[in-house]
């Protein structure tokens, strides 16, 4: 399936970027005990603004979006600055940001997975590459933090938001629908169960408890 690229305006690649970095250097602020500095809370918000984005180029072996213009990396960092400077700010306006962080994250994964489809990549790949543009620059920022990546632990839908989004595109697009129309589709559904998993608290089952499950099963039966 070779497709068009979902295009987005400039400003709003612009703003969503701007956005993850934001929510990156603001998170990197709350650990005290790192003792990071200006540039170590600067350089993870960037990672985070456009992680995901590199993180799809180079799997697609491109020159990476954020490279071809001079806007992406000096908006990246003075968010950046932004989010550790104004912390408290944003704590205050969770939810704002928390819907703000949806819409992007359905942003970043209809342009993944239409630029993968564009390149001539087959439906499972350009799934895959679209949840990876999602969700890597949060990957990345936990990975510089040394924490535990939280796309991967209970209580986080992000890549399963992505990866209803993508679907929705590709199958979209197979049935013949306008790429703006598909991605536009591909933004509401990622937006939507994300917002609805953070309101319900909805997650995957635990690993653990999985197995509980099993182990009290054979027990009953034994």
Known sequence: MVAEQFVTPFWLDLAATGLGSVQGASFAAQFKDRRLDLLGVGLIGVVAGFGGGLIRDLLLNTVPAALESNWFIPVAIVAALLGMLLERLFTRLNVLVTVLDAVSLGLFCAIGTSKALSFGLPVVPAIFVGIVAAVGGGMLR?????????????????????????????????????????????????????????????????????STLRRLRRQKRA
């Open 142 to 210: 936990d990975i510089l933090l040394g924490l535990p990546i939280g796309v991967m632990h209970v209580g986080s839908l992000y890549a399963v938001a992505a990866g209803a989004g993508a679907i929705f595109l590709t199958v979209a697009i197979g049935v013949g629908a306008n790429i703006t129309v598909a991605g536009i589709g591909c933004v509401i559904v990622t937006t939507l169960i994300r917002l609805l998993a953070v309101r319900f608290g909805w997650s995957l089952p635990e690993q653990r408890t999985i």
